[in-house]
């Protein structure tokens, strides 16, 4: 006999967990800049943007603000002329990573299966 799982509620509150920190990474951006910034350790606004490839000025500067808010990422703004800025993953930032590399992998791993099945829905094209 199966013993039954236990029931799981998500409230749609501030306080839930997948709600609170989903809502955040799962938007575009997110998860490639901390992608990145994991890969390529600190870097300037410029090399992040490049790194990514095609993403605007704009989305990249509240992509930037929203993870240093969230704790994230760590900016470094230094008094020289012309005013360089630096990003770098926070220890938060790097005890994620983790969990985003097998995320990656097991997105790597079945990208087939999961493009056939979007084919399939498609009819076929």
């Known amino acids: 006999m199966e013993t039954p799982r236990k029931r799981r509620n998500f409230p749609a509150s501030a306080d839930c967990p997948i709600r609170n920190v989903l809502a955040r990474l799962g938007e575009k951006w997110p998860m490639l800049v901390l992608v990145t910034l994991h890969a390529n350790g600190t870097m300037r ?32 703004a230094y008094p020289e002329v012309p005013p360089r800025v630096e990003y770098r993953l926070t220890p938060t930032g790097l005890s994620l990573m983790p969990h ?15 493009q056939a099945g979007r084919d399939a829905g498609r009819g076929g094209k």
Do not use: P, Y
Request: without cysteine.
């Open 45 to 76: 606004f410029g090399e992040i943007r490049t790194a990514i490839g095609d993403i605007s000025q704009r989305m990249l500067t509240v992509t930037l603000r929203t993870l240093v808010e969230d704790g994230l990422v760590g900016r470094t």
């Open 100 to 114: 985003i590399d097998s995320l990656v992998g097991w997105a790597t791993e079945h990208l087939s299966a999961i």
